[in-house]
């Protein structure tokens, strides 16, 4: 994969194509990738009729709420790469910050990059890669946002911002994501990117010293969280002085 060292170095280098409705933000960025688009490229949506969470689980998406994709290429030499997730949570936790009045309850990151008030989902973060034929490589990070509400039913715990006093618009609340994604980005494609990430990650983290059990695609896996290293990686004492290092996975506290 080719590389471009060139830092990102103002707002001026991202663009922004708004739409009323689509299949989903991150299919609209992936379709322009394939077509030759440069990257930096963000793709908004009022709705979405088929958008989707992690592991291909369906995310509501009727209008009120943010559903916004980055389209960036060759983002990063590929070892570099584990650590953007933590990246995406720093820039979206600013963004949600400036909008949340002082009476919210506590905005945290959940490891890796689920956005938490309250102990509450808020934000689904979806990251999709692809090499194109022209030796390129496409990196999509897909962000939904609960500004207005919540789904019904949900796996977990959830909230939305305007349950937790806040009476941004998703516009306003994009307005800052674009600002302190651009900062953020551009602190993370440094040499010295990864440890400035993840330290200001541990600023905000959930959970570090507590009880959590891991699932990863073949079993699960409890113990106390005690950190991330200085690649992103989960660091779980699992017990009798055995610490593992985790990659991925979905983090339960208690």
């Not at 379709?31 to 440069?38: E, I, L, Q, S």
């Given at each position: 994969?080719?590389?471009?060292?060139?830092?990102?170095?103002?707002?001026?280098?991202?663009?922004?194509?708004?739409?009323?409705?689509?299949?989903?933000?991150?299919?609209?960025?992936?379709?322009?990738?394939?077509?030759?688009?440069?990257?930096?490229l963000w793709v908004t949506a009022e709705r979405q009729t088929g958008g989707r969470g992690r592991r291909g689980r369906p995310w509501v998406s009727e209008p009120g709420n943010l559903y916004a994709s980055l389209l960036l290429i060759d983002p990063a030499p590929m070892e570099r790469i584990s650590s953007l997730p933590l990246a995406i949570a720093v820039a979206v936790h600013e963004a949600?910050?400036?909008?949340?009045?002082?009476?919210?309850?506590?905005?945290?990151?959940?490891?890796?990059?689920?956005?938490?008030?309250?102990?509450?989902?808020?934000?689904?973060?979806?990251?999709?890669?692809?090499?194109?034929?022209?030796?390129?490589?496409?990196?999509?990070?897909?962000?939904?946002?609960?500004?207005?509400?919540?789904?019904?039913?949900?796996?977990?715990?959830?909230?939305?911002?305007?349950?937790?006093?806040?009476?941004?618009?998703?516009?306003?609340?994009?307005?800052?994501?674009?600002?302190?994604?651009?900062?953020?980005?551009?602190?993370?494609?440094?040499?010295?990117?990864?440890?400035?990430?993840?330290?200001?990650?541990?600023?905000?983290?959930?959970?570090?010293?507590?009880?959590?059990?891991?699932?990863?695609?073949?079993?699960?896996?409890?113990?106390?969280?005690?950190?991330?290293?200085?690649?992103?990686?989960?660091?779980?004492?699992?017990?009798?002085?055995?610490?593992?290092?985790?990659?991925?996975?979905?983090?339960?506290?208690?």
């Amino acid at each position: 994969m080719s590389f471009d060292p060139r830092r990102l170095k103002s707002l001026d280098d991202f663009r922004h194509e708004a739409l009323s409705e689509t299949l989903s933000t991150n299919s609209e960025c992936l379709v322009r990738a394939r077509a030759g688009d440069p990257g930096c490229l963000w793709v908004t949506a009022e709705r979405q009729t088929g958008g989707r969470g992690r592991r291909g689980r369906p995310w509501v998406s009727e209008p009120g709420n943010l559903y916004a994709s980055l389209l960036l290429i060759d983002p990063a030499p590929m070892e570099r790469i584990s650590s953007l997730p933590l990246a995406i949570a720093v820039a979206v936790h600013e963004a949600v910050k400036m909008v949340l009045p002082a009476s919210a309850e506590p905005l945290e990151v959940k490891w890796p990059n689920d956005i938490l008030i309250g102990r509450k989902k808020t934000c689904g973060i979806l990251m999709e890669g692809e090499a194109l034929p022209d030796g390129r490589y496409a990196l999509v990070i897909g962000i939904g946002i609960n500004v207005a509400f919540m789904p019904d039913n949900p796996l977990y715990p959830v909230t939305c911002l305007q349950e937790q006093g806040s009476s941004a618009s998703a516009q306003e609340l994009f307005a800052h994501l674009f600002a302190s994604m651009a900062d953020v980005l551009s602190a993370w494609d440094r040499g010295r990117g990864v440890r400035d990430i993840t330290a200001r990650w541990r600023q905000v983290a959930c959970g570090i010293g507590e009880k959590i059990t891991v699932n990863l695609p073949d079993r699960s896996i409890s113990g106390h969280f005690t950190g991330i290293d200085d690649n992103g990686l989960l660091l779980l004492d699992t017990g009798a002085g055995r610490m593992m290092t985790i990659a991925a996975g979905d983090v339960f506290f208690g």
